[in-house]
């Protein structure tokens, strides 16, 4: 059966194939599922049939609780019925699962599983969601990537119509839910044709009906509930030949071997890992490095994790097996062990082969990047004689020393000829968008395959964004951060400034391209040394590109990410030049088409230009011995409490190294509570362009700050004595209105806490103020520069006492006495 | 340590422990847990004080979903915070859960364990609500009766404090939450000494406050999240050793021996049972039994489910042990193994115990029954070389044959001495009030230990109450129904009627008293054959009393109960009679003398009269060779669906023989979907007067079929042809008001459907309507009667088609044709 190719994210395939089996989805949004629900909404907007000739019904409630109320209601009326959510979402579907599953309902939730909220809220992916489901009765199976959410999600709809049990469909959030990759679409003729329409009408006709009555949801007491309770027994002994019996149906269609439990590796693996999820691809790729190395490894992937069949699970252990690592996404406190660990224990002990070493880890919690390298620790802990019952991996647990030790220069086990790019961007740049129609590009236009990742933070709009793509001839398993990347694009200069280890993720003679109006020589004067020896010692080629200037010459304003492609694909050289030009072109214009031709000019012009507009930049030779600055120390007035935590903590996650961190740093605040006021110590700098006061043409309307959603822009009025205590580079101007007679008046600007909307420009009455870029102004870290001058505990006690004008009360401050100490750099820069 | 007794059941001791250490109680009720926070709630208004010296705050919120945020917030602002819920109550607390164990709050949750609702719902206890929360990093402590709950619940909440871990402390819903037992109990000094009250401050000072604020409820992406939660693990590593620590401090206390995990029985056993709640009473009694019978079994009896400290366990598990059985009270379907079961394995997997053959038992599920039988079946099935993997106890599973052969006549393991009584009563007869008075008169005023329970079905005011006595100079630890009892009452005669099996459950040589209105043939008559062969086989002493004509005479007018108590203790003998005359009336008088005079005189009246007016009824000789009346048959014309499901189910339980019915009743229906229309064969006949209409004085204003809650007075219009058509026993008037000209009117009364409230004859204008005792009248079952006469599908097809006057629209239906078949009996009788 010859499939259609299509570039697409687990969302979207699980959406796909509900789509075919839905007749109604009650739902409510949240984070990773919510796209799974937009996509059925608009598909069913459209007017998509079913596999049954019907658009889905869309029912979308107050909360998950009313979704799942909503499916619940809904299949017992005799609708097929499907749901989305994660994490809290589906904890609010508890109560009534344990009813759908209770009153044998064919219902589907899908799940990109997510972390539960526990010290510290995360909307990440992990295990924690689903395995707080796993004694409700309902069925549960999982899938590994997006081919699988594909191939696979027939089988949670196929197999609960005719097992007459509702089906828990899930696969990683975020890792699976969101990653992009090139996957071979199902047929719906194909799903219809594999669907049981007898069953479907058995449970239609069994439904809720008020044209042949029956009565359900009754209450049952102590004399006959167990009794009805153990009358289910036979639905779930049975379920997993029904499983067995679709998976087959789609081995069949689709030539693959899909099993309740899959093995791959060394038929006589001696050390084997049971696990579920997205991390058995990168286990795949370990283990055919180890066993290409002499070693005998193995895995065993988990697809139906309820019902677990315990025979099923046993055939496919090899006899040679001496010891299994069980490998748990979620973290249960007080537990034995997690769930998958206790479950291959009691199949084993069941099994009589207890003879089998097992122990267990927890990885990925928070969506924790698990790559190669933990895989490599697991099987080097597996040689020992005593391997740890309990263990960690992807972090360093210095407390209670749980972690594996990982290698730094683990092997890269990514498919031979895997090209590996990675993008810095910031959330709103349109660098993730760019490298979508990237990964599309390539993806539609040759035979290769294709891979995106993009690591969002929750700032969202102004956060940091880190697209991570691969493409190449072989299928890509690789389902964790690139770090061997053949290209890295900096798309903010500040990043450089901050110190973003961003570099040391280049191959060695790979590429670095920097977007940013700095000359050689003030580039130079940006980069770390750390940096610099990266680049002299391993030929790292580094390109430079003011795609600032430049998007703003061609008319796309502060949209720099189309250039950005452009010199990407230059550089990059997946495709023939001219192609890849075509392809961004034919691109651009069916996105912007609607929105005019001057728009599609602008995108053409500026693809043009991208193309060629980089320099490479020489690397110097003493780059390679280049010496780090002396470390900022702690000056006495401002070892508080919250200096140490911004020293200690929030100065590393900011410049994106919070991986880096162990456990012991995090013991202060296991209860996940944290000194306040840090935001004042976070000088992000993001902005490529910050608003400039020009005091000559100021008409003291404020209406500049009344947008600034930020509060990057603050009106001041002052007193003469204010005004000469303020520091030397203020500009001041007599205040207008009656009430401010006498005093001064300035317009503050916090370039470090500027995002760079432009909202002020847009709303400056007189003439949009002047555009400067601040990357020239400001020459060490924000966080040094900010936490060295001044702190916020002592600001506090001691700030002006003049408050800022307020636009919605036109009222002036009185005079006040004059500050005591300098004004922070946050109110007047 | 000398420690006031008091008669109490679990809720109570749950509350009157928690108070102490609680300052705000966040909650809402949910059966069975609703009395502990009414306890909370009352004492509060009454202004008792805890431990700190201050009321505690009750704040009752919209849901239990609210009730746990105020719980977290309330934890979070530094207040030592408890609740109380359970079943889907606490499903809905589950993700600030996760919140309150991940932010480290030493809040409490008690937890009367109950069923969570599935196929049908289910109010009673087992353990499925707090095993769906494992999971959440609480930490979880067991009680198996109510003096564990009165003497551990303390460790929950001081573990919380010193332990930083919120803690579930739970016992069993109803049978330990609602049994009275007589109970040391803890004086609030002892409670305030074990309060680390350092600790205490320690949380008070890291808490929320704005003179020194912090931030919690943060958001961590996947760079720290993993890292952050690792941080708690050494709190759960130390929380065995804070749990152990303050059972070594109750038990200095208390002379006690609680442990992590407490093992009972034989120090070489080789078969033990691991266990959970109130189950551990009947395993010890029966492990008594067995040892002393020259076999050696043993208990592992779980406290500290989580964290489960894997080094306790096995530290108390004897040498010895060849098998053990684990027993859940829930039931996970598509596990491998229930959650305790699970542990148990893996604690021996670990602790490299494997040897040890280990099966799993579920049993008690919503509140089933498990008596010293099932036990001994457990062990029995631990003898064989295979015993099942996976069984049941307490059922009988001839689909999934899952189920151990429990012997009918197991051995009467209860302490030597114990009296044990049983009554049947209706609700709202005032049966179980009467019996919770004569157990604290009992308890109060002797030295004997005394047990309560009382087995309710859902129907509350109307439905069965059966009361469940036994006190004794030993402790009592029978957690099970009555069944070998020394006396028994029916204390409604329509039971007699119906077959109730409550003569089975009378010991050779012990007293069967009923309540009834008939003369001894007319009892003879109607008593079934089982019933009289049992008697006249086992020598029961068999005694009738009309409490029903004497309420009624010494003005108590329908409440019997007081007259049906005394006669209990005149016959029970458990106090010389003068005695309990005294404690009856002693305790009348304060429970009535807020309400006159002369109802504290009419219930000394009845305690009088009911100490001497029982009889004793001669049991003919030919009882002994009572013959069975014929089965009834279904005929041809009810055959449906409706009737089978009458017939095997619905009939079985009417005459609470629910417990018989076996798992293959239940298959067509393991969705919980039944047939509709099923209450109209219900004809319980519950009622001991019903009215009579006296068509002489009726004035036809309906206001008794107003005021008729189970519509069993229905006012009838009739055309000439429809009354000609009624049946022959029908009166009729001619009806009143214009449009009804020409009609005819008849009152029907259907007296099987009355529960016998009386508030027809209070509203009725003329003069009261004459009440009949009805069971003169009826003399097969009632099922047998009104099911053989006709069926409700073809009557609902072929019912007059003259509608009932409706008092809210007094408009009167036009004339209609006469019905084609005889009316049902519950409109016209």
Known sequence: ????????????????????????????????????ADHVDQWAAQGRKNIFGTPVKVVEMESEAGAAGTVHGSLGAGALTTTYTASQGLLLMIPNMYKIAGEQLPGVFHVSARCVASHALNIFGDHSDVMACRQTGFAMLAEGNVQEVMDLSP?????????????????????????????????????????????????????????????????????????????????????????????KKINEKLGTDYGLFNYYGAPDADRVVVCMGSFCDVLEE???????????????????????????????????????????????????GEPLYQDVVSALY???????????????????????????????????????????????????????????????????????????????DGTVGANKNSIKII?????????????????????????????????????????????????????????????????????????????????????????????????VNVYLIDAIDLAAKVGMGKRTNTVLQSAFFALAKVLPAEDALQYMKDAATKSYMKKGQAIVDANHKAIDAG???????????????????????????????????????????????????????????????FELGASAYE???????????????????????????????????????????????????????????GMKFTMAVSPLDCMGCTNCVKVCPKAPSRWFPPSRRWTSSPFGTTWSRTSPRRRSSSRPTSRAASLSSPTWSSPAPAPAAPRPPMHVW
Chains 1, 2 share one sequence.
């Open 350 to 428: 069941e099994a009589g082969k207890t003879g089998i070493k097992v122990v267990g880890g927890r990885y990925g919690l928070g969506s924790k990047d698990t790559p190669p390298a933990s895989a490599f620790a697991v099987f080097e802990e597996l040689k020992k004689d005593e391997p740890k019952r309990e263990f960690t991996i992807g972090i360093v647990d210095d407390v209670t020393n749980l972690s594996l030790p990982e290698a730094e220069d683990a092997p890269n086990t990514a498919a031979p000829g895997t090209i590996e790019c990675k993008f810095w961007g910031l959330g709103g």
């Open 1 to 36: 059966m010859a499939r259609k190719f299509k570039s697409m994210d687990g969302n979207e395939a699980a959406a796909y194939v509900s789509y075919a089996y839905t007749e109604v989805a009650g739902i409510y949004p949240i984070t990773p599922s919510s796209p799974m």
């Open 286 to 336: 370990v283990i055919d490095y180890l066993n290409a190395h002499g070693e005998k490894v193995g895995l065993v992937k988990v697809r139906l994790f309820r019902p677990f069949s315990i025979k099923h699970f046993v055939d496919v252990l090899p006899e040679t097996v001496k010891k299994i690592a069980v490998m748990d996404r979620t973290k249960e406190p007080g537990s034995i």
């Open 611 to 673: 193309a060629t507009a980089f320099r490479k930049f020489e690397v110097p030779a003493d780059w390679a011995t280049a010496e780090d600055a002396a470390p900022i120390e702690l000056s006495e007035e401002t070892k508080s409490a919250i200096a140490q935590q911004v020293k200690n903590l929030l100065e590393p996650i900011d410049r994106m190294d919070g991986d880096s961190l162990p456990v012991s740093a995090f013991v202060d605040c296991a209860d996940g509570q």
């Open 443 to 539: 993806g539609d236009h040759t035979d290769k395959y294709v891979q995106a990742y993009f690591q969002y933070d929750s700032k969202k709009t102004g956060g940091v964004t880190v697209s991570h793509l691969r493409f190449g001839d072989s299928p890509i398993r690789s389902p964790y951060y690139v770090t061997k990347a053949d290209f890295v694009a900096c798309h903010n200069p500040s990043y450089i400034v901050k110190g973003f280890k961003m570099v040391r993720d280049v191959k060695p003679g790979g590429t670095f391209l920097v977007n940013c109006q700095w000359s050689d020589e003030e580039f130079a004067e940006h980069m770390p040394a750390v940096a610099k020896r990266y680049i002299a010692n391993n030929n």
């Open 683 to 741: 000088k992000r700098g993001v902005a490529v362009v910050v608003p400039h006061w020009d005091e000559t043409k100021c008409i003291q309307c404020n209406q500049c700050a009344y947008v600034c959603p930020h509060a990057t822009i603050r009106p001041f009025a002052m007193t003469e004595d204010e005004a000469a205590a303020a520091p030397e580079a203020t500009r001041t101007l007599d205040a207008m209105g009656p009430k401010a007679k």
């Open 155 to 247: 089988v949670a709809h196929l197999a609960a119509i005719e097992g007459k049990t509702p089906f828990l469909n899930f696969f990683d959030g975020f890792r699976t839910s969101h990653e992009i990759q090139k996957v071979a679409m199902w047929d719906y003729k194909d799903l219809a044709e594999m669907c049981d329409m007898d069953a479907v009408q058995a449970f239609r006709d069994h439904a809720l009906n008020p044209e042949h009555p029956h009565t359900r949801g009754s209450h049952e007491n102590g004399d006959i509930f167990f009794q009805n309770r153990e009358a289910c027994n036979k639905v779930y002994d049975e379920l997993p030949a029904v499983v067995e019996g679709y998976m």
